[in-house]
């Protein structure tokens, strides 16, 4: 939960260790941090995400209100100093709900955007490295996945391990979301990455190191890896904001996370019976789901401007 | 091209039968009893039991199963539902709604999509082409079933401008709404990539070559520059009829859409295999030609990229 953006991260801490590889000024992640610092939308965003992180982590610093606490006789109930963003149909807080909804939310689109990263990103230096029958087998394989559209099939394979009003545990439904995205959305990652291992492997410094007489492993670790990272991180960050998304419409069909869950997926379809009724009810979890998305697109479009040297 | 096309149709034959085996697996072999819930409260009597088992081969193994299966799907047979239906009617009659929705979703976000990139790659930088990147993004960061529910309520239950509920055989003008709706998200991409190309293109020796040539400027951004800048918007497009026709599922359960996509999450729900397999091979199907299609039509927009 603590590494919100990974691509930021990855760029502070290996930017002193590629400015001692290279002769120049300052490798990629120097001149792409460079860039980023000037750009407002970076800011912008990063201040949003903050402010996220602070609100999944320790919910206690925005409500003392429990967000499972349900009172029937105020279902419905308007914003009022008692509950800023008046009550949902049980009488719930939904300003409680709303900051308490961000951790579940975070967590799948993290775990998800790791998960796809690290199996995408392993196929993909495999396939591009080695090439051949390996490449050719993984290349398919990831066909097969893609092929599947993503809600179709987040519907069968959820499904199929729930049936349909199945009562389960958070750890559980959790895990089945996040697998689920991660299987569905892997060959994306494994596309960007054999892509750039391919181009990698063709450059002299990797020929270079061959003729050095550098093994594979050696190889891989210390000239391939990172040469071609910027891509997928770019990739991962805004696909945080495109899982956060795709939780919520999971959860909206009533096959994401479930009730004792508290996200913002979860408020939204609870929110649609009732829309005429309880407009409120609908529109803050919204709100809440429209901003983190936004924020997380922000700034990965911020840091493939910085990272993505053709984009210049 | 001949050759390449012979070769991409083969390359899509394991494609399909794996997408197809992982959905039969799980939606056939990893249910320890299909028929539970199927009769009510009580348990299913021996000859429906019988029945089904012979309908759908749960005697045989999931693999024998699966090849027989694909062997009445390739002869046209889509298999039928516990209660009887044929797979095949169902979809005949739900496809064209969700083909329908698709075409409307796809001309609305290539109209506003290509003339706001258009707008905002030939002005430049400045207040118009901020506004535009924003309201891009916006749309990015909207789910589609936000969107939905919102425009539903506002329009159809406040409003009353539109029928919140599309009924049986919606006309275009019904769709309208629903095609803005699922074309909101490609709507934002398309007026980006617009932009980006033309920019790009801008500065390309071919349109300074018209410029010096003395062409009206009408012409040089018409004929010169649009034709070549819109070959990466087309493809997309393509693309996205593709991505389109399997997943309006959302958009369909807000405006209650009697399209494929309500079709297979009822089938889901309700646990009839049969539908669910036959209507997730077909899309596949759909997608997987749409992206061959759109892959040769590259070659035949732009020259310069040969196959071979």
Not at chain 1, 243 to 250: D, M, N, P, T, V
Not at chain 2, 252 to 273: C, H, K, P
Request: glycine fraction near 10%; charged fraction near 15%; aromatic fraction near 8%.
């Amino acid at each position: 939960m603590t590494d919100a953006a990974p691509a930021v991260r990855a760029a502070g801490a290996a930017e002193p260790e590629e400015v001692e590889g290279v002769e120049a000024v300052g490798g990629l992640w120097a001149d792409g941090w460079a860039q980023l610092r000037r750009r407002p939308l970076f800011w912008v965003s990063s201040a949003l995400i903050v402010v996220l992180l602070l609100m999944a982590l320790f919910p206690s610093l925005f409500t003392s209100v429990d967000p499972r606490a349900a009172d029937l006789s105020l279902s419905g109930a308007d914003p009022s100093p008692d509950a800023i963003f008046g009550r949902d149909l049980q009488g719930r807080d939904i300003y409680a709900r709303a900051i308490h909804g961000a951790a579940p939310t975070l967590t799948v689109g993290l775990l998800a955007s790791l998960g796809t990263v690290v199996v995408g990103a392993i196929a993909g230096l495999v396939a591009g490295f080695r090439s051949g029958w390996s490449d050719g087998l993984i290349s398919r394989i990831a066909e097969i996945f893609a092929g599947l559209p993503f809600i179709l099939g987040g519907i069968v394979i959820l499904t199929t391990f729930n049936r349909p009003g199945q009562i389960v545990g958070e750890v559980r439904i959790v895990t089945q979301v996040v697998l689920t995205i991660v299987v569905l959305s892997w060959p994306l990652a494994m596309r960007i990455m054999r892509a750039a291992a391919l181009e990698a492997t063709q450059q002299d410094y990797v020929k270079a190191a061959r003729a050095l007489g550098a093994g594979p492993w050696r190889i891989v670790t210390r000239h391939i890896l990172p040469n071609t990272l910027a891509p997928v991180l770019v990739f991962a960050t805004i696909q945080f904001g495109v899982f956060i998304g795709a939780e919520a419409a999971l959860s909206f069909l009533g096959i994401g996370l479930r009730d004792p869950v508290v996200s913002w997926g979860v408020m939204i379809s609870e929110a649609q019976e009732r829309v005429a009724d309880i407009p409120q009810s609908l529109f803050f979890p919204a709100a809440f789901l429209v901003v983190a998305v936004l924020a997380f697109v922000m700034l990965g479009d911020a840091v493939r401007d910085a990272f993505d040297p053709r984009g210049r | 091209m001949g050759r390449y096309t012979l070769r991409r149709l083969l390359q899509l034959v394991p494609v399909f039968l794996g997408t197809t085996f992982i959905v039969y697996f799980l939606v056939w072999g990893l249910s320890d009893d299909p028929f539970a819930g199927k009769c009510g409260q009580r348990a299913c009597s021996a000859s429906y039991v019988a029945e089904m088992t012979q309908r759908y081969n749960l005697d045989d193994p999931l693999i024998v199963q699966y090849l027989k299966y694909l062997g009445s799907l390739l002869t046209g047979d889509f298999g039928q539902t516990f209660s009887g239906t044929e797979v095949s009617t169902l979809i005949a009659n739900a496809y064209p709604i969700t083909i329908k929705l698709a075409l409307v979703a796809v001309a609305i976000e290539a109209v506003i999509g290509i003339a706001a990139g258009v707008l905002t790659g030939l002005r430049g930088r400045g207040f118009v082409d901020n506004l535009v990147l924003v309201s891009t993004l916006v749309l990015i960061a909207l789910p589609v079933f936000v969107t939905g529910l919102v425009l539903r309520q506002v329009l159809g239950v406040e409003l009353g401008w539109i029928r919140p509920s599309v009924p049986n055989n919606p006309t275009i003008g019904q769709l309208f709404i629903p095609g803005l709706v699922l074309g909101s998200l490609s709507m934002a991409y398309i007026a980006r990539l617009t932009r980006t190309s033309l920019v790009e293109n801008k500065r390309a020796d071919f349109v300074r070559t018209a410029v010096a040539k003395g062409l009206p400027r009408r012409r040089v951004v018409g004929v010169h520059m649009l034709r070549n800048s819109l070959i990466p918007v087309v493809t997309f497009l393509g693309y996205d009829i593709g991505a389109l026709m399997g997943g309006a599922i959302l958009t369909e359960g807000v405006f209650n859409i009697r399209g494929i996509g309500g079709l297979v999450f009822r089938g889901i729900q309700q646990q009839d295999t049969a539908t669910v397999v036959g209507i997730v091979a077909l899309l596949v199907i759909v997608f997987l030609l749409a992206n061959l299609i759109v892959d040769l039509l590259y070659a035949v927009l732009d020259p310069r990229i040969r196959y071979d």
